[in-house]
């Protein structure tokens, strides 16, 4: 369980940086606009976004 536990950590870090990597100008932009964004705002995507991800990790598994 450790093991799958770690491994999907280490895949959300590579993914994390990819994106300032690749887009460096891109991601200062994006994050100037998502700390403009209001708490609701925020709330309700981190709400979705986790929502796609149950749905996602329950197709993987079944």
């Not at 369980?1 to 690749?22: K, N, S």
């Not at 991601?27 to 606009?33: L, M, Q």
Request: aromatic share 12%; no cysteine; charged share 15%.
């Amino acid at each position: 369980m450790w093991h799958d536990i770690f491994t999907a950590f280490a895949l959300y870090l590579i993914l994390e940086g990819m994106i300032p990597f690749i887009s460096p100008g891109n991601f200062r932009k994006t994050v100037a606009r998502i700390a403009a964004m209001g708490d609701n705002n925020l709330r309700m995507s981190g709400l979705v976004a986790m929502a796609a991800g149950l749905l996602l990790l329950y197709i993987v598994r079944s």
